[in-house]
């Protein structure tokens, strides 16, 4: 029979055990497991991510700054620097690591509107690292570029006048030529006809 561990001789065991494991087979602590995970979802659910390092909010700043971006339809949260760095190594992401310094406020969201992003750059209790937009890495100066876009339906009109203006400018050419042969054909016409 094998000989049994008393009790609190298995916990020590079991915990040596678990310490001579190599590196790569140990698995993170069940809090930082939900902290990797909710991240996971943030990056892949969200088309936009915007990254702020947060000085010197105090708590009723931060409910204020969450309850307006509620109103555009965004969230904000702050996520442990090292946890976000671990997880970000060896993806395509990996990039991004370097905004993870310090605290970082990450506000996200489903839809394209950069506007409250540029407007909680001008709180100077936050400093705008960068975004991401669907696949794009942007800068404030990018973000300010995409903005100046007009957006898609005045771009669909621009594009179907860009299309339809020579169309235009044809039927126009057509008519004043056609107007023109019908009065040079009347003058014709009339200095043809004998004079009474």
């Not at 949260?77 to 946890?83: F, S």
Request: proline letters at 5%; a positive charge; one cysteine or more.
């Amino acid at each position: 029979a094998a000989l049994a561990w008393p009790r609190p001789f298995a916990l020590v065991r079991g915990l040596a055990t678990a310490a001579a494991q190599p590196a790569a087979a140990k698995k993170f602590p069940l809090r930082k497991q939900l902290i990797a995970s909710r991240w996971e979802d943030i990056l892949q659910q969200n088309r936009l991510l915007a990254f702020f390092q947060k000085t010197d909010l105090n708590a009723a700043e931060w409910l204020d700054l969450r309850y307006e971006l509620s109103k555009q339809k965004l969230s904000a949260t702050v996520l442990p620097n090292k946890i976000i760095q671990k997880l970000l190594t060896g993806t395509k992401y990996e990039a991004m690591n370097v905004m993870f310094t310090c605290s970082m406020v990450v506000v996200f969201g489903q839809g394209n509107n950069l506007q409250p992003i540029l407007n909680l750059a001008k709180n100077p209790k936050l400093t705008f690292n960068g975004a991401r937009l669907d696949n794009m890495l942007l800068s404030q100066g990018d973000m300010k570029k995409l903005m100046a876009l007009p957006d898609l339906d005045t771009m669909r009109a621009q594009l179907l006048h860009t299309m339809l203006s020579p169309v235009y400018q044809t039927a126009s050419i057509l008519q004043s030529n056609q107007a023109r042969l019908s009065q040079l054909l009347a003058t014709h016409a009339d200095s043809a006809k004998p004079s009474a």
